[in-house]
Nanobody, 127 residues
Framework: QVHVVESGGGLVQAGGSLRLSCANS????????VGWFRQAQGKEREFVAAISGIGDTTWYADSVKGRFTISRDTAKISVYLQAHSLKPEDTAVYYCAFRATPYKGAYYITEDDYQYWGQGTQVTVSS
């Protein structure tokens, strides 16, 4: 069983920035597509951003495009979600998820596509 851990959440003022990190227990993100999702209180979990396992193709939800960036470190261990120009509506629990895939450029935007999930990290944006 692969375990996933997120970190980096917290309280930030509107317009501010945060960087979320996640890693899995195998200490590699090679051959894994990785996605970030979020769930605001009283709402369903929604897709935020994804990066492919090979080739680092990225995809974003329209609501975060231009403000959030998903990336990996050069050692391919951690995956980051850099969030700028945060808005109160970005307040949510953010989840990182991994899916093993051998396909170059393949990324996934649906929850059911992912095999391994973290426990989530809270991001709160104050107005």
């Amino acid at each position: 069983q692969v375990h996933v851990v997120e970190s980096g959440g917290g309280l930030v003022q509107a317009g501010g920035s945060l960087r979320l990190s996640c890693a899995n227990s195998e200490r590699t993100s090679n051959d894994y597509a990785v996605g970030w999702f979020r769930q605001a209180q009283g709402k369903e979990r929604e897709f935020v951003a994804a990066i492919s396992g090979i080739g680092d193709t990225t995809w974003y939800a329209d609501s975060v495009k231009g403000r959030f960036t998903i990336s990996r470190d050069t050692a391919k261990i951690s995956v980051y979600l850099q969030a700028h120009s945060l808005k109160p509506e970005d307040t949510a629990v953010y989840y990182c998820a991994f899916r093993a895939t051998p396909y170059k450029g393949a990324y996934y935007i649906t929850e059911d596509d992912y095999q391994y999930w973290g426990q989530g990290t809270q991001v709160t944006v104050s107005s």
